[in-house]
């Protein structure tokens, strides 16, 4: 297949996202918008001034870039006109259907309310129907804040608990296991929600974390988690249970090196549930069909191989088996089309 072939392939393919921080899609020209309605002096009068500021080399460093950026969102409509944004490019991108996560003490902490929050972002999602996607929020803890500070984001999620699909954990891991919310998550799970945790790349206790995550906690899926590779065991107990894995190949090595191809194709192979998913696109440099091309060209990917990351995010999805079986059958008519 030449370059173009597998763009093009990609480019109409139907698939879903899964691990997609609607914080992470604050791109700079939205950002400088946002500072000049809400009367915010951010340092900055140029969107090239605030690309510069999107500069990092690791996971802390990253997050020091990125939660301080988020002083831009104060109201309800910034909110939407973040998710909205992101919802556009899905829909560019043949996104059928995804599941966003979101960060409410990020916001919390700074003094906005999580209704603020929630009711903006919810709107948007409404709004994805007409736009061909079909969306979802999954609401994620900040692992290196406290058990107790979950515990009340928890509380105050459970009036919107319609509007949540499952809870997640994100930020700095270093020394923030999962374990630590152990009874947080018990809680979500307790009162309908799925879970899912993130177990990034290359952490000091990557393994010690995926083991917790999935033996004790019983999440349904990692985020990252290629680090996996490392224990066959786990890769097996993986395959067993349908756990999916949602890996972010970055379609920009320089700033995120950390592609781990070898570990997505290892796992593709043994008949995991890996997908390909955007991450942080706005600080990582490609949305979702730019991380798929990144990952098919550098490591010669088949169609079949393509075609099958697609179908993992649909089966690892949280929507309804009738829902997966008709996203499963609209990739099954694209490839025979495509014969
Ligand atoms: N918050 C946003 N993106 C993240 C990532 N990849 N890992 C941990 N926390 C995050
Ligand atoms: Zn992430």
Redesign the pocket.
């Known amino acids: 297949m030449t370059a173009c072939e597998i763009r093009a392939f990609i480019d109409q393919l139907p698939k879903a996202e899964l691990?997609l921080?609607v914080?992470?899609t604050l791109e700079p020209d939205l950002k400088l918008k946002l500072a000049q309605r809400n009367h915010i002096d951010i340092g900055q009068t140029t969107v090239e001034e605030v690309r510069k500021t999107y500069n990092f080399h690791d996971?802390p460093s990253?997050?020091s870039v990125?939660y301080p950026a988020m002083e831009v969102l104060q109201t309800e409509q910034d909110f939407y006109d973040l998710a909205y944004a992101y919802l556009q490019k899905a829909a560019a991108n043949t996104v059928r259907h995804v599941e966003m996560?979101f960060?409410p003490q990020a916001h919390t902490s700074r003094g906005i309310s999580f209704a603020t929050v929630i009711t903006g972002l919810h709107k948007a999602v409404v709004d994805a129907q007409d736009l061909g996607v079909d969306a979802a929020l999954v609401m994620?803890f900040l692992r290196d804040y406290s058990k107790e500070s979950a515990r009340q984001t928890l509380a105050e999620a459970m009036p919107y608990k319609d509007w949540i699909v499952g809870v997640g954990l994100?930020?700095?891991?270093h020394n923030n296991p999962p374990l630590k919310f152990a009874r947080q998550f018990e809680d979500a799970q307790a009162a309908g929600l799925h879970i899912t945790a993130?177990c990034?790349v290359d952490q000091k206790d990557s393994i010690e974390h995926i083991k917790q995550a999935l033996e004790i906690m019983g999440v349904e899926r990692i985020?990252?988690g290629t680090n996996i590779v490392e224990d066959p065991d786990l890769v097996d107990f993986a395959v067993k249970q349908g756990i999916g894995i949602t890996s972010?190949p970055p379609a920009r090595t320089d700033t995120s090196p950390k592609m781990k191809g070898e570990a997505i194709l290892e796992l593709l192979s043994k008949g995991a549930k890996i997908c390909v998913n955007s991450?942080?696109p706005a600080y990582f440099g490609g949305y979702i069909n730019d991380n798929y091309y990144a990952l098919a060209s550098q490591f010669n990917l088949s169609k079949e191989q393509i075609a099958q990351l697609a179908r993992n995010s649909f089966e690892v999805s949280w929507i309804p088996s009738l829902q997966k079986a008709h996203y499963q059958s609209q990739i099954d008519t694209y490839l025979s089309k495509d014969k």
């Open positions: 691990h921080h914080e992470g996971l990253f997050l990125y996560f960060d994620c994100d930020s700095d891991e993130h990034d985020d990252h972010c991450d942080d």
